[in-house]
């Protein structure tokens, strides 16, 4: 189904997409948001239920070392290929070519940080944090992830979260200095809060 597709038939399709993904028949599921994605790339829910269904799909198979190999290889040269294609101003294109590692690897925490990037520089912020937030659901200690997570709920004003990745980075790297100062600036920030609330 390339090309665009209209409002009624996209809710359509999302709503096939939802039921075949309820009854477990993943494939079909990835199918139907994958077309969705090709036709709008920002579609928030689709994108969430198309990794859902390949990480459901894949369920706890150990991959092997050849299998890590290539996934390791695909991810270095379809990142290569996603930032040329963003370059050019393609990010539909660049977000396929991202959505094909993670079909091969749902875990790949680099991808998801990736695709999360793009969509940050898109000023999609929703798009970037359902991303992060997936990516830490995998790796929780990732210090990166959860930094980028403080600084786009901090833009976002939602301090208690920006507050909680941060505590939850520090305590992993008790002397991240940049941590450090985000954190101070966030108390900052809740007290001039709170004057302005007296």
């Known amino acids: 189904m390339a090309g665009e597709i209209n409002q009624q038939d996209l809710k ?6 939802i039921l075949a993904f309820e009854k477990k028949n993943y494939d079909y599921a990835i199918e139907i948001f994958s077309q969705i994605l090709s036709s709008k790339y920002d579609h928030l829910e689709a994108r969430h239920y198309l990794h ?17 190999t290539l996934n390791s290889i695909n991810r270095f040269l379809g990142t290569l290929s996603a930032e040329a294609l963003v370059k050019k101003g393609n990010v539909s294109e ?29 000023d999609l912020i929703p798009h970037a944090v359902q991303n992060l937030e997936e990516a830490k659901s995998i790796a929780p200690k990732d210090i990166s992830v959860l930094k980028k997570l403080g600084e786009i709920y901090l ?11 941060y505590e939850t980075a520090l305590k992993i790297n008790p002397g991240d200095t940049e941590v450090l100062r985000s954190l101070k600036n966030l108390d900052a920030l809740g007290t001039i809060q709170r004057e302005f609330e007296n």
């Open 94 to 122: 660049a977000l396929e070519r991202l959505e094909k590692i993670i079909a091969g690897n749902p875990g790949d925490i680099h991808t998801l940080k990736k695709i999360a990037e793009i969509f940050y520089k898109k």
């Open 12 to 17: 359509e399709f999302y709503d096939k997409g």
């Open 52 to 68: 859902l269904s390949l990480k459901n799909k894949a369920g706890s198979v150990t991959q092997s070392f050849i299998t890590n």
């Open 155 to 165: 833009r976002k004003e939602d301090y208690k979260n920006a507050k909680s990745n």
